[in-house]
């Protein structure tokens, strides 16, 4: 039994092993864990399903409730609640809040908040969706400067000490102008609504801010919101927003993209058919080296069509088996079957395992499949290849569906095969045919696993196309990491001026490249909201977004991701524990204040930084390697004092704006954020300004 502090969630998750009736681990199999005691005083499992992993095992993570007392919880089968194990915990005494002074307060205020385990200076006082540190404290009495530009009326305030939050306490808070006194590199995000009516800037003559007008919202489609942002005034204006990618960029792999929607859209579609389906009883087939199998394969774009493709079993390891299509059986030699084989099921198999969680296994053979065909290749015509580039390999949520027409029943992997006379289409060598489909596999497999914890696990649906693309390119970047670490400079490296060894470059290359287009056109592309099949800059900006949060909250924080019921902006917000606008306007500001030149990393909050990577330096190096100009790609657009910047966002798009230094004789400058046909922004289209004191 654990004990732990109220409202904390426990140092250790909850386990049970799920074994068959040999006593083998059984791998997949969904546990439902259940609060029976204690759920009146709030304590709760953070997700009420999970899988069992290769090894039998699945956890759950339990938050306790607000008073003293044991919780105790269930653990069972789905329909199987009379064979649950019972498991136990203690929740003892852990933060709390038994007063407040003033309870009526405005910006500037400082506030006294007294309790018991409060935990001083180190705490988080959060007032609403705000989070600000203490000026002073102790464990039983803290300080705290109330921050500008709340809403005003009744506000929400409780205590963050360590991991475990204090019941709230309530304020009433009234809004009032004042000066908003930032030093140098710090920041403050404030939403649209409050913007004119709270703050301003004060100026002695010499200070320069950046302002970070954006929309942190998600929507299906994107919808374009003329908006102006004025530092004073009115009489003039300069325009934002259009900007292209860097000239001689050649477009994304879009066939590959493309594929990868259509797919993605009719999982959703599928996902339905999910829930409440009968379990499936696999024939029992030997995975013998040399066996053949016949897979029903999709032979177009629109993944309508189907055909019969034989395979034999050229690869046999721990996790993962491979055919090659016997129409094409000497376009790998035993020895590049070997290699890819190993780099699979030994490599790559891990790391998107240990990141994302365990894959299903419908079929109960323990394995992966993939399968090398020429059926991929020849989705897009050699003519084509050109204009559209070509599709390397997919995942399809069918094949987890196995009473579906069409479904191989089981998890696997589609890839192309090398083809150096364009027999099938684009030639391909078989050099270049490995390092492609290396690191689509890594991508695919976190699809792949997503479709399963989503909605065959759960019953819900598919996750969005802007976490999900965003988590398949984490992927991608996890499996560069895992070469990174094993081969620092400048061991695996062909030039001595490279930043990552020649083995990371299949999966970061692409990363780095879309992260770049991205940030040269903030205003036009969206974080959330993808246009189509998902552009370079879209999928750039998903993935840096997720890298911050990565950075920010643990990389576990990806595996939480994927394994819940929850998508898209709620499916964040519950799994990191903040509002959706706070991160994405905290990211907005790191993507500017992250490695500037000149400045000690050490001189900028974490917040405000990619801790893992150093943003400015990767993007110069990008800049070099495909002969841009311009080593960082963000180009603030200036508002004039007294005037305005005007342009188009959508959902989930920011500009980068630069104000001041201000005018000799000028004291203070009232910004604004809003519409420039008039009319305020609804509440949904998540309208916010990012203020940074720059110097």
């Known amino acids: 039994m654990q004990t732990g502090p109220l409202g904390n969630v426990l140092t250790q998750p909850l386990s049970v092993s799920v074994v068959d009736a040999a006593g083998n681990p059984v791998k997949a199999a969904v546990v439902v864990f259940r609060v029976t005691a204690g759920t009146s005083d709030g304590a709760a499992v953070l997700d009420s399903l999970s899988v069992t992993d290769a090894t039998g095992t699945a956890q759950a993570e339990l938050r306790l409730g607000t008073r003293s007392g044991a919780v105790t919880v269930l653990a069972f089968a789905p329909g199987a609640e009379d064979r649950a194990v019972t498991m136990r915990a203690t929740a003892m005494g852990g933060p709390t809040i038994s007063g407040v002074l003033p309870v009526n307060v405005g910006p500037g205020d400082t506030l006294a908040i007294a309790g018991d385990a409060l935990g001083g200076v180190g705490a988080t006082v959060e007032f609403g969706t705000t989070r600000a540190r203490p000026v002073s404290g102790s464990n039983g009495e803290l300080r705290v400067v109330v921050p500008d530009c709340l809403p005003a009326g009744s506000l929400s305030l409780r205590v963050l000490s360590g991991s475990a939050w204090t019941a709230p306490a309530t304020l009433s808070y009234s809004s009032r102008r004042r000066p908003l006194t930032l030093r140098p590199l710090e920041a403050v995000t404030i939403t649209a609504t409050e913007l004119a009516s709270c703050a301003e800037l004060t100026t002695s003559g010499s200070e320069a801010y950046l302002l970070i007008p954006q929309f942190a919202a998600y929507a299906e489609s994107p919808v374009s919101t003329v908006v102006r942002i004025s530092g004073g005034g009115t009489s003039a204006a300069t325009v934002f927003g259009g900007a292209m990618s860097p000239a001689g960029m050649r477009g994304g792999p879009d066939a590959q993209w493309a594929i990868d929607r259509t797919l993605r859209e009719q999982e959703q579609r599928l996902a339905p058919l999910a829930r409440g389906g009968q379990a499936y009883r696999p024939p029992m087939l030997a995975l013998t080296v040399g066996s053949l199998r016949t897979f029903r394969v999709i032979t177009s774009q629109a993944a309508d069509q189907f055909t019969n493709a034989t395979g034999q079993l050229r690869y046999l390891g721990e996790h993962l088996g491979i055919y090659v299509d016997t129409s094409t059986a000497s376009a790998y030699t035993d020895t590049e079957i070997e290699r890819l084989g190993h780099l699979f099921d030994a490599e790559l198999y891990h790391t998107v395992v240990e990141a994302f969680g365990p894959e299903s296994d419908i079929d109960q053979n323990g394995k992966v499949l993939v399968f090398l065909t020429p059926r ?320």
């Not at 094949?399 to 364009?422: K, M, R, W």
């Not at 696993?449 to 019953?459: D, M, N, P, T, W």
């Not at 398949?472 to 400079?489: G, T, V, W």
């Open 376 to 695: 991929v290749n020849a989705l897009v015509a050699s003519l084509d290849c050109g204009a559209r580039g070509f599709v390397t390999g997919f995942f399809y949520g069918r094949d987890l569906l196995p009473s579906l027409t069409n479904s191989n029943a089981g998890e696997i992997f589609y890839a192309l095969v090398p083809d150096p006379t364009g027999r099938f289409s684009c030639s391909h060598s078989s050099y270049d045919t490995q390092r492609l489909v290396s690191s689509t596999f890594v991508h695919e497999m976190q699809h792949m696993i997503s479709y399963f914890h989503h909605v065959v696990a759960r019953g819900g649906d598919a996750e969005q196309h802007w976490v999900n693309e965003g988590l398949s390119h984490i992927a991608e970047e996890l499996a560069s990491k895992l070469f990174e670490a094993r081969y620092p400079p400048p061991l695996n490296r062909t030039s001595s001026t490279q930043l990552f060894p020649d083995s990371a470059a299949p999966f970061i290359t692409q990363q780095l490249m879309n992260a770049y287009v991205y940030l040269n056109s903030t205003p036009s592309h969206s974080v959330t909201t993808f246009d189509g099949t998902g552009s370079m800059e879209e999928r750039g900006a998903a993935w840096m977004f997720l890298r911050w949060l990565g950075d920010q909250k643990g990389e576990a924080i990806y595996r939480r991701l994927v394994q819940t019921s929850l998508t898209g902006v709620a499916n964040i917000e519950a799994r990191s524990g903040e509002p959706f606008g706070q991160l994405f306007g905290d990211f907005a500001l790191a993507l500017w204040t992250d490695s500037i030149p000149g400045v000690a990393r050490s001189q900028v909050a974490p917040r405000y930084r990619f801790l893992s990577r150093n943003l400015r330096q990767l993007m110069a190096r990008q800049a070099l390697i495909s002969g841009w100009p311009d080593e960082w790609p963000v180009k603030p657009v200036n508002v004039p004092f007294g005037g305005y910047a005007e342009g188009s966002l959508i959902q989930g798009t920011m500009v980068y704006t630069s104000f001041g230094p201000f005018p000799a004789g000028t004291s203070a400058a009232v910004l604004g954020f809003g519409k420039s046909a008039g009319g305020a922004f609804g509440k949904a289209e998540g309208a916010q300004v990012g203020v940074l004191r720059v110097k």
